[in-house]
């Protein structure tokens, strides 16, 4: 069985958007798509047409269709900020929505969640009961999104837990993967800027980078290929940063595909 899985993100998923075309052109398809945060959202689009690369021209559509971040979330009240979140993700809810009415899934599609009461991570699919709350659930990183209470239960990104679930893939009966990073496996270096939020936003970046050192530790016993973003390489590129978790800008997200394109490229040439 051929699993795609698809780590978090947030804008960076534009990363795997690129990457992905590139995959379906060279002829590539699979049984099983397994995703987290961002990966979610991508693997809910690409389990449904029975044409994987009119799939992934789907979800280069997705992304380059976002003309700012109010397509994906909004700002809270200041209750809310201090009930849960900074943001909400009702804008983004709707395309969920509109993406699991859109079509059947031909493909068997996993999203990860946790729940915040047990810890418990947990795959769920299209056939769950409120399916589309859970794929906005593996969306809510905190402390920008609130959790997503489903029959009662508070549940989150999935990626607290799981980042890449390569494991949950090879549970699943997968025996060649191709992994899909939206963020890359080694942090980059950074300047301090005094400011509060910065610094709040680099610790985050430090906790997510240490969940996706322990689901790449181990060695797996299938065969794994790797696509992921090298930031050294995206400054030769485009001589700036990688795009971030929440710069949902247009130009970035651009750049960011096209350059999912490049490395997927590299990688799959002879």
């Known amino acids: 069985m051929r699993a795609l899985v698809l780590s978090g993100g947030g804008a960076k998923g534009a990363f795997e958007a690129g990457v ?39 979800l280069w559509a997705h992304y380059e269709a976002i003309k700012g971040p109010k397509d994906i979330y909004k700002s809270r009240s ?31 599609t996993r999203v990860g969640v946790v729940n915040l009461e047990t810890g418990e991570f947990k795959l769920v699919g299209p056939m769950d009961i409120c399916f589309v709350d859970y794929v906005l659930a593996s969306c809510s990183f905190p402390p920008y999104f609130p959790p ?8 989150m990104d999935g990626g607290l837990r799981n980042i890449a679930p390569v494991q949950a893939a090879i549970d699943a009966g997968a025996t060649t993967i191709d992994l899909v990073l939206a963020s890359p496996s080694n942090l980059d270096s950074w300047k301090p800027s005094g400011w509060t939020w910065d610094i709040a936003g680099r610790a985050v970046s430090i906790a997510v980078n240490e969940v996706y050192r322990g689901d790449l530790a181990n060695g797996h016993p299938v065969d794994v290929q790797k696509f992921e973003p090298l930031p050294d390489e995206y400054r030769e590129m485009w001589g700036g940063e990688f795009i971030g978790t929440l710069e949902f800008d247009p130009t970035k997200i651009q750049s960011a595909m096209i350059y999912g394109q490049a490395v997927a490229q590299k990688l799959l040439s002879p």
């Open 148 to 155: 997503v209470k489903i029959w009662g239960r508070p549940y």
């Open 78 to 108: 200041l209750w809310g900020k201090l009930r849960g979140g900074l943001y909400s993700l009702k804008p983004l809810r709707k395309k969920i929505v509109a993406e699991v009415a859109r079509d059947g899934f031909s493909r068997t």
């Open 20 to 58: 992905v075309l590139e995959l379906a052109k060279a002829g590539r398809d699979y049984d099983l798509v397994v995703g987290v945060s961002t990966g979610a959202l991508s693997a809910l689009v690409l389990g449904q047409d029975s044409n994987f690369l009119t799939a992934a021209k789907r």
